[in-house]
């Protein structure tokens, strides 16, 4: 069915409104739903079919023609929408005016560790949803099998999180717990080694020796103060990052990139 741009939905319209609040943690909870936003989320929710309802404004409808047709094979609700109501939709400063309401895509532990990971990112106590998105990204690209969030983190399903996946949020298992020594428990008795990340670490990953060539789990932690000292000792092993110059330490992000490299090539992976 066409789009009508001649009586599109406003920022007043229930179904709009009921978006909108998915952008607070509470009411995606009650609505077991979430809201995607922009290109690369929708696209890949429409493709996954992950996505029930579309919102798109008349100029995003002509950008994203593809993703709009594609929505519309697969039977999913396309709604056309005002630009002040993508406005009230958008968690972005620039909104793209392109919008899908989507079904939870969150995997439980136990289901993630039935399909034997060789390789699992695991974010512990992550607050800044930047970052857990990007390592979300990361390990969808670098080919891990998993990312974990443990403990008291960001939603992985709140709006900032699932724009910084630009996508891969529908592409690689994610899951979330809040007890990190049960998620640990659980890693280890799957056979996953787990790894640490730390500063004076014993593993130096620039020569990380036979270590990596295991199913491993890699521990990341807090932006502002890293892994608590318990779960340094639970882990299997601590790994440092040598820094060769004069930086104190490395974005969160950037270390788990680091890591998930490595581990991609010492197990043989596709690189």
């Excluded at 990190?180 to 056979?191: D, K, N, S």
């Excluded at 790894?195 to 932006?223: C, D, H, I, K, Y």
Aim: proline share 5%; aromatic share 6%; with cysteine.
């Amino acid at each position: 069915m066409p789009l009508d741009f001649q009586q599109p939905f406003t920022e007043r319209t229930p179904r709009v409104v009921n978006a909108g609040k998915l952008k607070r943690a509470q009411a995606r909870r009650k609505a077991h739903a979430f809201l995607a936003e922009g290109e690369n989320a929708v696209e890949a929710a429409v493709a996954t079919g992950a996505a029930t309802d579309l919102f798109v404004t008349e100029a995003a409808a002509e950008r994203f023609e593809e993703i709009v047709r594609a929505a519309g094979y697969m039977d999913m609700y396309t709604h056309a929408i005002t630009d002040k109501a993508a406005d009230a939709l958008a968690d972005a400063v620039t909104s793209t005016g392109i919008f899908a309401v989507c079904r939870p895509v969150l995997w439980t532990v136990p289901k993630i560790l039935k399909g034997r990971p060789r390789v699992v990112a695991v974010c512990v106590e992550t607050n800044d949803p930047g970052n857990a998105g990007t390592i979300i990204r990361i390990a969808d690209a670098l080919g891990a099998d998993a990312v974990i969030f443990a403990g008291d983190t960001v939603d992985p399903e709140a709006p900032k999180v699932v724009r910084s996946t630009a996508g891969s949020l529908f592409h690689i298992p994610v899951a979330r717990d809040r007890d990190v020594c049960r998620v640990i428990g659980q890693l280890e008795a799957a056979g996953l080694s787990t790894f640490a990340t730390t500063m004076g670490g014993e593993v130096n990953l620039a020569q990380p020796g036979e270590a990596l060539r295991q199913p491993t789990a890699w521990l990341f932690g807090n932006e502002a103060h890293g892994l608590d000292s318990d779960i340094l000792a639970a882990a299997d092993h601590r790994v440092s990052i040598p820094i060769q110059g004069s930086a104190e330490s490395l974005n969160l992000a950037t270390a788990a990139s680091i890591c998930l490299w490595e581990s991609a090539k010492s197990l043989g992976s596709k690189y």
